[in-house]
């Protein structure tokens, strides 16, 4: 299809959010089960409930350009969803699995991230005033989910990751810098940081 105008391009990125963000809410419940850190665990289950609203709000939006949900499959989601479920096929150590899937979960959101922020200023530019709002709050959404993943990653779900591997994954501060690249390897850990994460709960 050949694009001719803003709008025209406006559309073909909702698309692309769309479709990514109905892969996410197919990869999210395999996340969940995943992880075995509860606050990780509590942090995916209210990414699902926000990421509901996500498509949502996108709907409305098409309704709003009397257009299609449908006719795009974003294939850069599906790639970086790929990558997340590879990991978990690999089957690190539960603290390793879930740093990783911090690293896999925080690409997704800036994927997202860059591509409402996009959307947001074509529809600001093209005096969709309304749709820039909603496509905002998710924005919002998306950015406050990054950091919450960060701060999990920073405060104790790398420690417990490295504390797996005595030889010590690279520990990149935040959650996106550190998992697979990394260095997963499959060893016994030590029962001290499982009982240490219970203890917190
Ligand atoms: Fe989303």
Redesign the pocket.
């Known amino acids: 299809m050949q694009m001719n105008s803003l709008r025209e391009l406006y559309v073909e990125e909702l698309k692309d959010?769309y479709s990514?963000?109905t892969q996410?809410l197919k990869a999210l419940p395999r996340m969940i089960r995943a992880a075995s850190n509860k606050d990780l665990q509590r942090a995916f289950t209210v990414?699902e409930r926000?990421?509901q609203q996500?498509?949502k709000r996108l709907e409305r939006i098409f309704r709003m350009l009397d257009e299609s949900t449908r006719g795009k499959k974003c294939k850069g989601m599906e790639g970086l969803l790929e990558e997340g479920q590879e990991l978990i096929k690999e089957r690190p150590e539960p603290e390793v699995l879930d740093a990783g899937l911090i690293a896999a979960a925080q690409r997704v959101e800036h994927y997202?991230i860059a591509g409402?922020g996009t959307v947001r200023t074509y529809a600001r530019q093209l005096g969709e005033e309304e749709q820039a709002n909603l496509l905002q709050e998710?924005l919002n959404?998306?950015g406050e989910?990054d950091k919450l993943l960060s701060s999990l990653a920073e405060s104790s779900i790398n420690i417990e990751a490295e504390q797996g591997d005595d030889e010590g994954m690279e520990s990149g501060g935040n959650g996106s810098g550190t998992g697979r690249s990394g260095g997963v390897r499959r060893r016994a850990t030590t029962k001290r940081t499982k009982r240490a994460t219970a203890a917190r709960r």
């Open positions: 959010l990514a963000e996410i990414h926000q990421t996500h498509v997202e409402y998710t959404e998306e989910t």
